[in-house]
């Protein structure tokens, strides 16, 4: 059974850039999708965006936009996550997820549901 | 971008009883591309439901999900005391989206 493991906690200065890693252990990526997800403290989830690895492609939240970039190496089986411009409102456990069963539309992008999800990382944004 | 409302946003019940949570779209959701997430305190969200109504490897059949088009909803049919948590719906038609959430806690 595949597990998607993630790196430990960041602390980071506002400003800087955070990198979050996520490996798949037991398993690979395989015609698979990888999504991340984030949650701020006593909040609801909100998606930032995903890659298909096969491919290389990404797409993004509209409103992470520029600031978020998502890649795969799949010969490790390993997705990454990097936000720029962290401010305080960054600050959140950020979850990668495996997404099955993706299909693309020219129009709606990619569609995916998220069926095996990593621990989180904690990503705290503090002066 | 579509925006998903759930409600109740709090529902009280004891185990035993039946639960149901809704979910409502702005719009359509295209090809029942609705899941649903059940998160406990601490801990990643776990896939219950996809499709609007197929169940996820391993989820016991009390939990099941219906629905089409701008409204969906998740029905647990008897509570057992490990399903108190928090519920999201999350669409995946059109970029993605989560709801706000309902939280099932114990009466």
């Known amino acids: 059974q595949v597990q998607l493991v993630q790196s430990g906690a960041e602390v980071k200065k506002p400003g800087s850039s955070v990198r979050v890693s996520c490996k798949a252990s037991?398993?690979?990526?395989?015609?698979?999708?990888i999504g991340w997800v984030r949650q701020a403290p006593g909040q609801g989830l909100e998606w930032m965006g995903g890659?298909?690895?096969?491919?290389?492609?990404?797409n993004y939240a509209q409103r992470f936009q520029g600031r978020v970039t998502i890649t795969a190496d799949e010969s490790t089986s390993t997705a990454y996550m990097e936000l720029s411009g962290l401010g305080s409102e960054d600050t959140a456990v950020y979850y990668c997820a495996r997404g099955r069963d993706w299909a693309y539309d020219i129009l709606t992008g990619y569609s995916y549901y998220m069926d095996v999800w990593g621990k989180g990382t904690t990503v705290t944004v503090s002066s | 971008e579509i925006l998903l409302t759930q409600s109740p946003g709090t529902l009280s019940l004891s185990p035993g009883e039946r639960a149901t949570l809704s979910c409502r779209a702005s719009?359509?959701?295209?090809?029942?591309?609705l899941a649903w997430y059940q998160q406990k305190p601490g801990q990643a969200p776990r896939l219950l439901i996809y499709g609007a109504s197929s169940r996820a490897t391993g989820i016991p059949d009390r939990f099941s999900g219906s629905g089409s088009g701008t409204g969906f909803t998740l029905t647990i049919s008897r509570l057992e005391p490990e399903d108190f948590a928090v519920y999201y719906c999350?669409?995946?038609?059109?970029?993605?989206?989560f709801g706000q959430g309902t939280k099932l806690e114990i009466k």
């Open positions: 719009q359509s959701v295209s090809s029942s591309y």
């Open positions: 999350q669409q995946y038609g059109s970029s993605h989206t």
């Open positions: 890659i298909i690895p096969a491919f290389g492609t990404s």
């Open positions: 037991g398993g690979t990526f395989n015609g698979f999708a």
